[in-house]
Every structure is written in C-alpha cells, then in structure tokens.
C-alpha cells in the first residue's frame, strides 16, 4: 500500500522561509504528478503547485515567485521550498500524488495527513 508522508512544516515569522518534504512509499512503479495543496480554517483545500511528469509545474497565483516546488522522481519525493512566507499562507499543507501505478493496481489519488505551516505576523 502506498502512503504520503510530509514533514517540514512549523512556525516561521512574515518574512521566512520553510522547506516541506513528501515521500511516496511503497511498492511504486511510478507516479504521474505529484503536488501540495493547502487548506485554511473555513476554506476549501486548494492547489499550491504541482509537479507534472512531463517537467511542467503549476503555482497559485498567490504563491508565484515566492514558492517553488521540485520532484525526484527516482525516490519518489517532492518539495516545496517557501520564501517570503506571509501570514495568508497559514493553512494545513497536503502532499498529493496523482496517478500512482504499483504491480497490478493504479490509484487516481492519494493524499498525505497534512502538516502544519503556521505564519506570524
């Protein structure tokens, strides 16, 4: 079975820089795209950025140039470095990964447990 698990997130004042990690573990052949959403207390949980297979990668306008998001694909891991980090990008953060092939199975999605990533002001 195929699970996600982040690590990484924490509390860093307006201004700083938080690196969070997610790995893919299991027995995997291979993942299309991997990304990190985020969800707010009484908001929806939506995309942050997104690293496809082709190499493309995908932002949120309200992270472009602050956030970057980068994929080893051969350890199936992905990251997403945060600078600049404002109090808007408190929210819970999840790893997501679209498209999981193992021997025998493909699922469609699978989602990490969340971390925390808390800005002061």
């Known amino acids: 079975q195929v699970q996600l698990e982040e690590s990484g997130g924490g509390l860093v004042e307006t201004g700083g820089s938080l690196r969070l990690s997610c790995v893919a573990s299991?027995?995997?052949?291979?993942?299309?795209?991997m990304g990190w959403y985020r969800q707010a207390p009484g908001h929806s949980r939506d995309l942050v950025a997104a690293?496809?297979?082709?190499?493309?990668?995908d932002y949120a306008d309200s992270v472009k140039g602050r956030f970057t998001i980068s994929r080893d694909t051969a350890r199936n891991t992905v990251y997403l470095q945060m600078n600049g980090l404002k109090p808007e990008d408190t929210a819970v953060y999840y790893c997501n990964a679209h498209g999981v092939r193992t021997p025998g199975l493909w699922q469609n999605e699978l989602w990490g447990q969340g971390t925390q990533v808390t800005v002061s002001s």
């Open positions: 299991g027995r995997i052949s291979s993942i299309t795209d």
């Open positions: 690293a496809h297979s082709s190499g493309r990668t």
